[in-house]
């Protein structure tokens, strides 16, 4: 890996440990409340007192920006945490079904990756209607297709690699040599798409949560301060750039990471 690659992965890593440090310990960074209002000091731009300035209501944007890391973050994760465990289970087993049913549940995973993930997300949403949770399951459900296919190829690649078709000539049983040494290489090989993952599903739930189907106010949350600054980009940028910056951020770190690690995963990293 060259030395523009290291300094930039380096750089990618960093940010990732600062948001991390955000979402788990907020109060260390910003010790103000976020959902403290003072009129007398709305709209401020970015001072000594309130470094990321003040929203229509006088909360601080810095506090607020990281005090949202949690629920911004923490979406993403459990939308591509429950993505990778559905992938991993109907991926397997479509892998080992007999082949009408492998064929069936193909062409179901086709028409569902022909739309964009964020439509999908948008259409269940707006079936089980806003709210966190929903969310989630939304983003979550959005994912599953990439997760069930790629979990699909690895299965069917893995189940006649020469390491299994050893096992079972030492007189391993099938399902525990399935166990043994398919699904972990499944596992793995959708571990690595899920760092790519992420910065997707987080990305998808701070669109959701801007067009106002995720949290309510006043809950610190990126995409939600970002639809609350719209109206007033003119007069106050600070409102909704901070936490743009902050989606952005967190998004394209996890991307680099995630190619980094898919990268040496292919054996063409070093």
Avoid: C, K
């Avoid at 810095?62 to 591509?80: D, E, K, Y």
């Avoid at 193909?106 to 269940?124: G, Q, S």
């Avoid at 809950?219 to 106050?236: D, I, S, T, Y």
């Amino acid at each position: 890996m060259s030395i523009g690659r290291r300094v930039l992965l380096g750089t990618a890593v960093l940010i990732l440990a600062v948001i991390a440090a955000a979402a788990l310990v907020p109060d260390l960074i910003a010790a103000q409340d976020p959902l403290q209002t003072d009129v007398r000091a709305a709209l401020q731009a970015p001072n000594a007192a309130h470094p990321f300035g003040t929203d229509q209501s006088g909360r601080d944007v810095l506090s607020r920006v990281v005090h949202g890391a949690g629920r911004s973050v923490g979406i993403g994760l459990l939308a591509t945490g429950l993505a990778l465990a559905v992938g991993l289970l109907f991926g397997t087993l479509a892998g080992i079904a007999p082949r009408p049913v492998d064929i069936a549940a193909m062409r179901i995973t086709d028409v569902l990756l022909a739309f964009p993930e964020f439509l999908v997300a948008l259409i269940v949403v707006a079936v089980l209607g806003p709210g966190p949770v929903n969310v989630a399951v939304a983003v979550t459900l959005a994912a599953v297709p990439v997760y069930v296919r790629m979990g699909r190829v690895q299965t069917r690649t893995l189940a006649v690699a020469e390491h299994v078709e050893a096992a079972r000539i030492l007189g391993v049983p099938p399902g525990r040599a399935f166990l043994r040494h398919v699904v972990p290489g499944v596992l793995g090989s959708l571990s690595v798409l899920a760092t790519i993952g992420i910065g997707s599903s987080i990305l998808a739930a701070a669109g959701l949560s801007f067009l106002g189907l995720g949290p309510a106010e006043p809950a610190p949350e990126w995409g939600l301060m970002l639809a609350g600054g719209r109206n007033v980009l003119g007069q106050a940028w600070w409102i909704s750039v901070f936490p743009g910056a902050a989606i952005t951020l967190t998004v394209v770190s996890a991307t680099i990471v995630g190619r980094v690690l898919r990268a040496r995963a292919e054996g063409r990293g070093s």
